[in-house]
């Protein structure tokens, strides 16, 4: 069965690095989100994309995050200058032409901002 | 404004025990998910239902929905030991373009 995959699982950083984290979605998917859960609270939506374009993003996601789909399989989320409070679990989802139909949730990557 | 506040927050049962979880929402929602988080790892989805219908079975789940009060439940039958996770509802909030999780709630299935 077709998965979302994310890499790395786990990534230290130290404060005010540049982070880069990769998701490979589901292949016939055409709408791409980034989540994020810090430790031991709610899953916090961050950003959703459409058509190679942000198609909303919360207040969360300020100027040092980014996202992009650099060629036709990888979906990054790129943060800029890391802060401590951008420790958490990121989950990147997927879902099908149908929009808001089923979101299908990669396995996380860890960050930990030291 | 917040969207799928669960509750229970946890529950402890025994193998073999129903579990019952609901999920409360506030604005009109297209749809309705949940989905089982084990500790530290990704989200699985369970199961969807959508804003027009009542009732959904898969398998030993079976979700409700009562749009008049905003609300859906979650049952699990049967559970097991594996069934031990936190579970959550995430609504659409009538917006395609994200869901609004809830904080959970943290079954623990005893063998």
């Known amino acids: 069965e077709p998965e979302v995959t994310q890499t790395p699982s786990h990534q230290v950083t130290q404060m005010g690095q540049e982070v880069i984290l990769r998701c490979v979605p589901i292949?016939?998917?055409?709408?791409f989100y980034w989540y994020r859960q810090i430790l031991g609270q709610k899953v916090e939506f961050l950003v959703s994309?459409?058509?190679?374009?942000?198609?909303?993003k919360s207040e969360i996601f300020d100027d040092q995050f980014s996202v992009e789909r650099p060629d036709g399989s990888n979906f990054t989320l790129k943060i800029r200058s890391t802060k401590l409070e951008d420790s958490a679990m990121y989950f990147c989802?997927?879902?099908?032409?149908?929009?808001?139909?089923?979101?299908?949730f990669g396995p996380g990557t860890r960050l930990l901002v030291l | 404004s917040q969207q799928g506040e669960e509750d229970p927050q946890a529950l402890s049962i025994q193998e073999g025990e129903n579990a019952t979880m609901n999920c409360s929402y506030k604005?009109?929602?297209?749809?309705l998910q949940w989905y089982r988080q084990n500790s530290g790892r990704g989200l699985v989805h369970l199961i969807l239902?959508?804003?027009?219908?009542r009732e959904k079975h898969s398998g030993r789940l079976r979700v409700t929905l009562d749009t008049s009060k905003k609300s859906s439940s979650l049952l699990i039958t049967a559970s097991r030991a594996a069934d031990t996770a936190s579970y959550f509802c995430?609504?659409?909030?009538?917006?395609?373009?994200?869901?609004?999780f809830g904080s959970g709630t943290k079954l623990n299935v005893k063998p």
């Open positions: 989802a997927s879902s099908d032409d149908r929009g808001w139909e089923t979101q299908y």
């Open positions: 292949s016939n998917h055409l709408y």
């Open positions: 994309f459409y058509n190679n374009e942000i198609s909303e």
């Open positions: 604005t009109s929602i297209n749809n």
């Open positions: 239902i959508r804003s027009n219908e």
């Open positions: 995430a609504t659409d909030a009538r917006n395609f373009n994200k869901f609004y």
